[in-house]
Antibody, heavy 120, light 106 residues
């Protein structure tokens, strides 16, 4: 059974860098894309970006190059760094697996979520 | 970027009701549309992928339809555990979620 476990700092000051890591337990790491998705309090879901085992990435253009996703295949981990955070980056951050169903993809396994608060 | 618009943003329904949620894409996304259920304090759960295929373990009362730009999630005979927020998501070009539909108890 595949599980995602994520962790990282929960309280940041404006202009600091958000850092989160997600470890994949069980299953294949190299078959899938792995994503970060966030949800501001009381609001909807926003896709942040994704990475595969070879380090190929895609990002939400709205983040204006502040986001960097990296991978460590030796540890079955992927990480998110988000620079120059502001209060608008306050959210629950989820890591998720993008499974492949024939020619379609969907997020079928999610981490437990990490609440990140940006406050001075 | 592809925009996803859900309607309604919220609805009230009773146990046993049939509930319909719509999702519209700003351009054609073929069948690259997924539906999720989220309960408070929990991660979203995949219900439907590829517009109409049920994820393993999802009750048959959940049904998805549509293609191109217009999609529907139907819950036949709403159950107490179905009161939650539902999101659509396009996977045609990176990913975008709809704003969500909260299903509340009437």
């Amino acid at each position: 059974q595949v599980q995602l476990h994520q962790w990282g700092a929960g309280l940041l000051r404006p202009s600091e860098t958000l850092s989160l890591t997600c470890t994949v337990y069980g299953g294949s790491f190299s078959t899938y894309y792995w994503s970060w998705i966030r949800q501001p309090p009381g609001k909807g879901l926003e896709w942040v970006g994704e990475i595969n085992h070879s380090g190929s990435t895609n990002y939400n253009s709205s983040l204006k190059s502040r986001a960097t996703i990296s991978v460590d295949t030796s540890k079955n981990q992927f990480s998110l760094n988000l620079t120059s955070v502001t209060a608008a980056d306050t959210a629950v951050y989820y890591c998720a697996r993008e499974n492949i169903f024939a020619e379609w993809t969907a997020f079928d396994i999610w981490g437990q979520g990490t609440m990140v608060t940006v406050s001075s | 970027d592809i925009q996803m618009t859900q309607s309604p943003s919220s609805l009230s329904a009773s146990v046993g009701d049939r509930v319909t949620i719509t999702c519209r894409a700003s351009q054609s996304i073929s069948s690259n549309l997924n539906w999720y259920q989220q309960k408070p304090g929990k991660a979203p759960k995949l219900l439907i992928y590829a517009a109409s295929s049920s994820q393993s373990g999802v009750p048959p009362r959940f049904s998805g339809s549509g293609s191109g730009t217009d999609f529907i999630l139907t819950i036949f005979s709403l159950q107490p555990e179905d009161f939650a927020t539902y999101y659509c998501q396009q996977s045609y070009s990176t990913s975008t979620f709809g704003q969500g539909t909260k299903v509340e108890i009437k």
